[in-house]
C-alpha cells in the first residue's frame, strides 16, 4: 500500500511564500502523475498542480506564475513552491498519486493558512 505524507504547511502572510512537501513510500517514478489538490471550507476539491513522469507539469490557472511543482527522484519526494501568497490560497492541500497498476493514492493533508 502506497503512503503519502505531507508536511510543509502552516500560516503565512499574504504575499509569503511556504514549500509543500509530499514523501511517497514508494519511488516516485512508479507513478504516472503526482500532484497536488486542495479544498477550502465549503468548496470542491481542486487541482492545483500536477507532474508527470517525464516531467510535464500542469497547473490551475488561479497559480500560473505563482507556484512550482517538482520532484526529486532520490528522496521520493515531491513539493509544491508557494510564491506571493494569497489569501484565497487558504485550503487544505493534499497530495496525490496514480499508476495504473495501484489506481490513485492520497495523502492525509496539510491545512494552509493565508492572513491578510
Known amino acids: 500500500q502506497v503512503q503519502l505524507v505531507e508536511s510543509g504547511g502552516g500560516l503565512v502572510q499574504a504575499g509569503g511564500s511556504l514549500r509543500l512537501s509530499c514523501a511517497a513510500s514508494v519511488s516516485i517514478s512508479s507513478f504516472s502523475t503526482m500532484g497536488w489538490y486542495r479544498q477550502a471550507p465549503g468548496k470542491q476539491r481542486e487541482l492545483v498542480a500536477a507532474?508527470?513522469?517525464?516531467?510535464?507539469?500542469n497547473y490551475a490557472d488561479s497559480v500560473k506564475g505563482r507556484f512550482t511543482i517538482s520532484g526529486d527522484n532520490a528522496k521520493n519526494t515531491v513539493y509544491l513552491q508557494m510564491n506571493s501568497l494569497k489569501t484565497e490560497d487558504t485550503a487544505l492541500y493534499y497530495c496525490?498519486?496514480?499508476?495504473?497498476?495501484?489506481?490513485?493514492?492520497w495523502g492525509q493533508g496539510t491545512q494552509v493558512t493565508v492572513s491578510s
Open positions: 496525490n498519486a496514480f499508476s495504473f497498476s495501484r489506481g490513485t493514492s
Open positions: 507532474i508527470t513522469r517525464g516531467g510535464t507539469t
